[in-house]
């Protein structure tokens, strides 16, 4: 029997049970070392380059402009009327820019901290939910520059702006679901690093990223619309620059896919999660 006398421990490790990977009262009691995460991938991602911080405005613009550049005058397609091409590519990949930035950093977060998951215990879920934090900070620069294009460009939102963090909330978590998945698919087969680069670039050009859903042959968009991202891209847009809005059908399964996708993400990753410092 235990020795009464003996002091009661601070804090007691056990298996959680049910699907969630962790306590939400748990999560908010380690809410500093969440900050701290996402200052770190912050920093170390500007480290030692010339440009530094700069970068988080030039990818977004060089990004757009070879699309535009590509989409609008090689292949000669029309963004709607009233909106230029690299104002409509632009916000196109601001939508993007988070979804493929959180897939990818919380796809590869729990590898690169492989040190610090066997040695040091704490929340799991905080690595991924701080790569969620430092990609807002991408899109809030990306959003500062559409809204310089759009008063130099004479693009004026309409109401539908009011949902326009809706629609990003909607692809933070379908993004999140699958870099969740992704990542706790990676500890045990190091097969999916080199996968999910090469689903994300063919994502990328089979999304209307840079191109209309209305410029899909008629025989192929019921094939895109099975793309969670269709929909999103398409009510990103509409909110920001007052594009034509994707209709109801369309909206309501690219919302629901990216819950569903994000309960499965969340669900694997707890799954494997008391595997992780084993095989990591």
């Excluded at 699907?19 to 912050?42: G, H, M, S, Y």
């Excluded at 963090?165 to 999916?192: C, Q």
């Excluded at 109801?248 to 595997?275: D, H, K, M, P, T």
Aim: with cysteine; net charge positive.
């Amino acid at each position: 029997m235990p020795d009464p006398q003996q002091p009661r421990p601070l804090l007691t490790i056990r298996p959680r049970k049910g699907w969630l990977p962790t306590n939400p009262r748990e999560l908010w009691e380690f809410r500093e070392l969440l900050r701290q995460f996402a200052v770190r991938d912050i920093t170390l991602r500007y480290r030692q380059t010339a440009l530094g911080v700069i970068w988080v405005v030039l990818q977004p613009l060089l990004a757009a402009g070879i699309l535009s550049f590509v989409f609008g005058s090689v292949a000669n397609l029309k963004a709607p009327a009233g909106v230029p091409y690299f104002v409509f590519t632009l916000a196109g990949m601001t939508a993007w820019n988070a979804f493929s930035n959180t897939l990818t950093r919380s796809g590869g977060v729990m590898v690169g901290n492989a040190t610090m998951i066997q040695k040091v215990f704490f929340p799991r879920l905080l690595l991924p939910l701080s790569t969620v934090l430092s990609t807002l900070l991408d899109v809030a620069v990306s959003l500062v520059l559409m809204a310089v294009l759009m008063i130099v460009s004479g693009v004026a939102p309409g109401v539908e702006l009011i949902l326009l963090p809706v629609w990003l909330a909607l692809v933070l978590l379908l993004s999140l679901g699958a870099g969740l998945a992704a990542g706790a698919l990676m500890v045990r087969y190091r097969d999916v690093q080199y996968v999910l680069p090469v689903a994300v670039q063919f994502l990328l050009f089979a999304s209307p990223v840079a191109y209309p859903l209305s410029a899909v042959p008629a025989h192929a968009q019921r094939l895109f619309e099975l793309n969670p991202l269709t929909g999103l891209l398409e009510g990103f847009r509409w909110s920001l620059i007052a594009t034509p809005a994707p209709s109801v059908g369309l909206a309501c399964y690219a919302a629901g896919a990216s819950v569903a996708i994000f309960v499965l993400g969340l669900g694997l990753f707890n799954r494997l999660e008391r595997q992780f410092a084993d095989v990591i």
